[in-house]
């Protein structure tokens, strides 16, 4: 598949998922958990862009959050999540995990933000360090790594019951 055909199909799954309730996105996705979360990402994204984060509520930010670690640590580590505009989740990720049931995960996050050099930072202090932040080597954060990857929580399963449990409070 071409680029361009990939931004044709991109283009497409966004005007598929746009504004689109909980239900609908489930009905859509037709079983396939990782199509509905996908989906369901996409069209908060959507909202974000049209509201802003002010007018989103806590339960659409922990979607996004739990999917953006998702995303970046399975593709580069707990630096990548650091490093890229995922970033931004830092302050609250923990508490994400933590409420869709993943505490084993929200330990290690836990552990991968100290050892970047983030526990304890006031919020503004922790913009200014994360904007700082370089991904240099960092033998800690690389353990953090395996230690997610080994932890064998089903983190999908857990956001998805959580959307499920939550679908009134999920308005994309």
Known sequence: MGIQEMMREYANQRARCAGKSVDELL?????????????????????????????MTEEE?????????????????????????????????VHALLRIG??????????????AGF???????LAEALNAYSGADNQELDECDQL???AG???LG???DFVKDNKSAIKP
């Open 27 to 55: 009905a859509i996705a037709n079983g396939n958990e990782i199509e509905f979360i996908q989906s369901l990402e996409m069209a908060i994204q959507q909202k974000a862009e049209r509201v802003g984060v002010d007018d």
């Open 61 to 93: 930010i922990i979607v996004l959050a739990i999917e953006a670690l998702e995303r970046e640590v399975h593709n580069g580590g707990y630096s990548q999540f650091i490093v890229n505009s995922s970033r931004e989740y830092t302050p609250i990720i």
């Open 102 to 115: 993943c505490s084993k995960t929200a330990e290690i996050t836990k552990s991968a933000i100290a050892a």
């Open 119 to 125: 526990q304890g930072l006031t919020r503004m202090a």
């Open 148 to 150: 997610y990857y080994r």
């Open 153 to 155: 929580e089903n983190i």
């Open 158 to 160: 857990y956001l998805i």
